[in-house]
């Protein structure tokens, strides 16, 4: 009776760990109501720090509720051939999907 009780709350336990893995939450993307403000135009980047850096150009983020742009950087590929693309936001139904910006 302890076994099959002890197994039983084993079995229990395992599918709730289970169950609470599987939120569905896609962290590279987020999806809000309010559109995103026009990127901006034309920017100065200046020079690169360094032989082999690559401009990571900004884009808006959502901070607090609040959209705030967050300026791009020079970065250094993680391999040669590495092409940065670049982060962005497409309309999803009523709302907006951001794209996180990665390597490949």
Do not use: Q
Not at 17 to 35: D, E, K, Q, T
Not at 57 to 77: K, M, N, S
């Amino acid at each position: 009776m302890m076994l099959k009780r002890s197994v039983l709350s084993a079995t229990l336990l395992g599918s709730l760990a289970l169950a609470a893995c599987g939120g569905g939450y896609n962290y590279n993307s987020a999806y809000v109501a309010p559109p995103p403000p026009a990127p901006y135009g034309i920017a100065a980047v200046g020079y690169a720090p360094g032989p082999g850096y690559v401009w990571t150009g900004g884009y808006w983020d959502l901070r607090g509720g609040r959209w705030a742009w967050a300026e791009g950087a020079w970065v250094r590929p993680p391999h040669p051939r590495a092409v940065w693309a670049r982060p962005y936001w497409e309309p999803h139904g009523r709302a907006y999907r951001f794209h996180r910006g990665y390597w490949r």
